[in-house]
């Protein structure tokens, strides 16, 4: 339980910091690139987890995190582009 609040506090942090490292108009605003931010968390340390880094129930690292977010937030923006220009 802790290991998901954890993730979930850290995802915040690392949302807020994905938008600041990669600027420009997001769809969504400031509340979904925090929640892209909480994904991004759960996606590295799932994959973190797949790759052996990290160990079962471990969360993920923070610069994992922010790259996992970055990740997602790029993904979001290159859909809701295609979405919004159709």
């Not at 954890?6 to 600041?20: D, E, P, R, S, Y």
């Not at 990669?22 to 759960?42: K, Q, S, V, Y």
């Not at 969360?59 to 923006?77: E, T």
């Amino acid at each position: 339980m802790m290991e998901f609040l954890w993730t979930l506090i850290i995802g915040l942090v690392v949302g807020v910091i994905a938008k600041f490292l990669t600027p420009g108009r997001d769809p969504g605003g400031c509340i979904i690139t925090m929640l892209l931010g909480i994904a991004g968390a759960f996606v590295a340390g799932f994959l973190g987890r797949q790759l052996g880094w990290y160990a079962p129930n471990e969360p993920a690292g923070f610069i994992a995190s922010v790259v996992g977010a970055i990740l997602i937030l790029l993904v979001f923006r290159l859909f809701a582009g295609k979405k919004s220009s159709s």
